[in-house]
């Protein structure tokens, strides 16, 4: 089974408007981690934002804004008024337990359309 | 700020050849990943080394070594090239044992394999 899973392989979006990112995991450890990143065409992987499952409120980074829903198993990426240079590869991830190791979901591509 | 440099961002080889991809980090992160990236299948970890010497296979580690002799640096080394290991070659870095802390990722290799 997987264990992180984005279901929208690809989005369009127009730009100025707010994008929703799906991300539900699977994990029987009651302490986790999520993350988000960025990957544009040029290949970098940039780190967005992170969640701690005993983390009181959704995470928030300027734009971005993270809608965990606990007993769901959801970690949806929220980027309010989209900008053309969001459009990119958004993967993403989950640490468990205190394993250094995150594991990845597949992506979601995310096309920003002026 | 976290800077993890990969020796090249493309690298063309024949079959049958060793080839050394190499990565640098600067921030003294214990922790180095190798990761391999295809198009729909997200990132997959090969190799990850917690310490100089110590290194520990991931989900896909045949065809692959990897050498850790200095902390700042995690090679990974592809003992006989296939055509088969054409892909996207990412590292990272974290540190040891902080949940909350992301990896941080170099620009990526691309390798095509001929």
């Known amino acids: 089974a997987q264990k992180i899973t984005q279901t929208q392989p690809g989005m369009f979006v127009q730009e100025k408007e707010a994008v929703t990112l799906d991300c539900t995991y699977d994990?029987?450890?009651?302490?986790?981690?999520l993350f988000w990143y960025k990957q544009p065409s040029s290949g970098e992987m940039i780190f967005l934002i992170y969640?701690?499952?005993?983390?009181?409120q959704n995470a928030t980074e300027g734009r971005y804004s993270l809608n965990f829903q606990k007993a769901r198993k959801s970690a949806n990426l929220v980027i309010s008024a989209s900008q053309l240079g969001d459009s990119a590869m958004y993967f993403c991830a989950m640490r468990e337990g205190r394993d250094d190791k995150i594991i990845f979901g597949k992506g979601t591509r995310l096309h920003i359309l002026p | 700020d976290v800077k993890v440099t990969q020796s090249s961002r493309y690298l063309v080889k024949r079959t049958g050849e060793k080839v050394f991809l190499e990565c640098v980090q600067d921030m003294d992160h214990e922790n180095m990943f190798w990761y391999r990236q295809d198009p729909g299948l997200g990132l997959r970890l090969i190799y990850f080394?917690?310490?100089?010497?110590?290194?520990e296979k991931g989900d896909i580690p045949e065809g692959y070594s990897v050498s850790r002799e200095k902390k700042e640096r995690f090679s990974l080394i592809l003992e006989s090239a296939s055509t088969n290991q054409t892909s996207m070659y990412l590292c990272a870095s974290s540190f040891l044992d902080r949940a909350s802390q992301p990896q941080h990722f170099g620009d990526g290799t691309r390798l095509s394999i001929l």
């Open positions: 080394s917690y310490d100089v010497k110590m290194k």
């Open positions: 969640q701690g499952s005993y983390d009181q």
């Open positions: 994990t029987s450890d009651p302490s986790y981690g």
